[in-house]
Every structure is written in structure tokens, then in C-alpha cells.
Antibody, heavy 121, light 110 residues
Framework: QVHLVESGGGVVQPGRSLKLSCAASGFTFSSHTMHWVRQAPGKGLEWVAVISYDGSNKYYADSVKGRFTISRDNSKNTLYVQMNSLRGEDTALYYC??????????????WGQGTLVTVSS | EIVMTQSPATLSVSPGERATLSCRASQSVSSSLAWYQQKPGQAPRLLIYGASTRATGIPARFSGSGSGTEFTLTISSLQSEDFAIYYCQQYNNWPRGMYTFGQGTKLEIK
């Protein structure tokens, strides 16, 4: 059974940093693209970042480019996102989601339950 | 960036009736289109990928159609558990703006 569990969320002041993790199980993590997607309170879904199966390719939404860094440790079956220079508009529930096997251009399935990040002074 | 526009924003339908949700892309995404269902307090769940292929475990009452810029999600006979928010997503645009979601359609009980 495929399982994704996010952690690391919390309340952080504007301008500070936070690192989220996503622990994966039930599938061959090292062969799948992985994503971060966020959802601000009461709003829709916004794709944040993607990393290829081997970590060699990374792409970001314009809204986070230069501030967020996606990474993965295939030996630990874990996905990360380092979020720097956080802003109020980064406040959201952050989901990790599995992408395609070997393929960057694919749908997302499944999704974790999310971890909440609140940026506030 | 490809913009995905869903309509209507809210759809009121009675249980047992058919619901038709629309999604339009600002430029062609071929068949690289997925639909997700999200219920309150839950993560999104994949329903349809490749514009028309049901994901594992998705009931046959859910169907997707379309290609290029116009897509439709149809729920043939609404069950109580189907009332939720539905999002379309394109995964075609390489390399910038590779994944964009529509703003969602809220399907509510009439």
C-alpha cells in the first residue's frame, strides 16, 4: 500500500526558514518523480516543485523559485523541501505527491495528508 | 504558462442526477489532463488521467472526455459521497509551468 507522510510544518516568522519532509513507503521510491503541492486556507491547489526520480532535474513554480529547494534521499525514501525567506503568502497546507515512474510529465497519485505551514509574526 | 479554467464554480445537483463539469486550457495540452476529487479535510484523490482513463478503484459512474483545450468530467448518477470539490490539472507544458490546476468546481447538493 502506497503511503506518503509529511512532517515539519509549524508556525514560523516571516523571513525565516523551514524544512518539510515526506516519508514514502509501499513503492519503489527511487524510480518515481515526486512533487510538492500547496493549498492556502480555503483556496485551490498550487503546484510548488518537482524532482526527478534520481534528483538530477528540479523545477519550481515562479512563486517559490530562488527561495525553495526540493531534494530527495533515495536511501531513506524521503522527499524534502527547504523553504527560505518565508512570506505570509506561503501559508498553506503542503502536500507531497507521487508522480510518474521515470517520467516528469505525469499525473499525481497518491497524495499525502499534508503538513500545515503558517507564516506569521 | 497554461491557464486552466473550470466552470461552473459551483454546481448544484440532486442525488441520482448527472453532473457535468468543464475544464478549458488556454492552449492545447493534448490528452495530458487529470481530474481530482477533494473532500473537506482530505487530500485530493486522483479520479481520471490521460483525459479519460479512470484511476484504480474509481467507480464507473465517473467518466472523462476531451482533448486539446476542452475537457469534461461527467458523474452519471450522483451519490452522496460525490459531493466535493473537483480540480482539473494539465501536465503537458514543458519545461515551464509544467503542472497547473484549475480553480476548482464545488459540487453541492441541490
Amino acid at each position: 500500500q502506497v503511503h506518503l507522510v509529511e512532517s515539519g510544518g509549524g508556525v514560523v516568522q516571516p523571513g525565516r526558514s523551514l524544512k518539510l519532509s515526506c516519508a514514502a513507503s509501499g513503492f519503489t521510491f527511487s524510480s518515481h518523480t515526486m512533487h510538492w503541492v500547496r493549498q492556502a486556507p480555503g483556496k485551490g491547489l498550487e503546484w510548488v516543485a518537482v524532482i526527478s526520480y534520481d534528483g538530477s532535474n528540479k523545477y519550481y513554480a515562479d512563486s517559490v523559485k530562488g527561495r525553495f529547494t526540493i531534494s530527495r534521499d533515495n536511501s531513506k525514501n524521503t522527499l524534502y523541501v527547504q523553504m527560505n525567506s518565508l512570506r505570509g503568502e506561503d501559508t498553506a497546507l503542503y502536500y507531497c505527491a507521487r508522480g510518474g515512474e521515470w517520467n516528469l510529465l505525469n499525473w499525481f497519485d497518491p497524495w499525502g495528508q499534508g503538513t500545515l505551514v503558517t507564516v506569521s509574526s | 504558462e497554461i491557464v486552466m479554467t473550470q466552470s461552473p464554480a459551483t454546481l448544484s445537483v440532486s442525488p441520482g442526477e448527472r453532473a457535468t463539469l468543464s475544464c478549458r486550457a488556454s492552449q492545447s495540452v493534448s490528452s495530458s489532463l487529470a481530474w481530482y476529487q477533494q473532500k473537506p479535510g482530505q487530500a485530493p484523490r486522483l479520479l481520471i488521467y490521460g483525459a479519460s482513463t479512470r484511476a484504480t478503484g474509481i467507480p464507473a459512474r465517473f467518466s472523462g472526455s476531451g482533448s486539446g483545450t476542452e475537457f469534461t468530467l461527467t458523474i452519471s448518477s450522483l451519490q452522496s459521497e460525490d459531493f466535493a470539490i473537483y480540480y482539473c490539472q494539465q501536465y503537458n507544458n514543458w519545461p515551464r509551468g509544467m503542472y497547473t490546476f484549475g480553480q476548482g468546481t464545488k459540487l453541492e447538493i441541490k
